[in-house]
Nanobody, 126 residues
Framework: VQLVQSGGGLVQPGESLQLSCATSGFTLDHYAVAWFRQAPGGEREGVAHLSGSLGTTSYADSVKGRFTISRDNTHNTVYLRMDSLKPEDTAVYYC????????????????????WGQGTQVTVSS
């Protein structure tokens, strides 16, 4: 299993950014994929989850309505589209995958996920 991230960078408040997570070694239909972020000195926070088997999504309240998780099965890639970015969205972002089923209350916790991308920095600043 391998997850390789791309995207990220420096943007101004209100702008958009898309992160990509290219996966290999497993089938997206059978695994959950999630995006996490970690700010300096902070804990790893789950922001978005996509169920591989059900196609359902979950979001942290802090990003709901602004972030969208999606997947492209043809290219085995998962995306995180981030709109209306705020300075508090600044963090290192990670994609992760875990075998399903995952209990609903745990989908945005890191424990169920056993493979992680390398992380990519997102900085929102004017």
């Amino acid at each position: 299993v391998q997850l390789v991230q791309s995207g990220g960078g420096l943007v101004q408040p209100g702008e958009s950014l898309q992160l990509s997570c290219a996966t290999s070694g497993f089938t997206l239909d059978h695994y959950a994929v999630a995006w996490f972020r970690q700010a300096p000195g902070g804990e790893r926070e789950g922001v978005a989850h996509l169920s591989g088997s059900l196609g359902t999504t979950s979001y942290a309240d802090s990003v709901k309505g602004r972030f969208t998780i999606s997947r492209d099965n043809t290219h085995n890639t998962v995306y995180l589209r981030m709109d209306s970015l705020k300075p508090e969205d600044t963090a290192v972002y990670y994609c992760a995958t875990g075998q399903e089923p995952i209990a609903d209350v745990l989908v945005l916790w890191p424990q169920p996920y056993d493979h992680w991308g390398q992380g990519t920095q997102v900085t929102v600043s004017s």
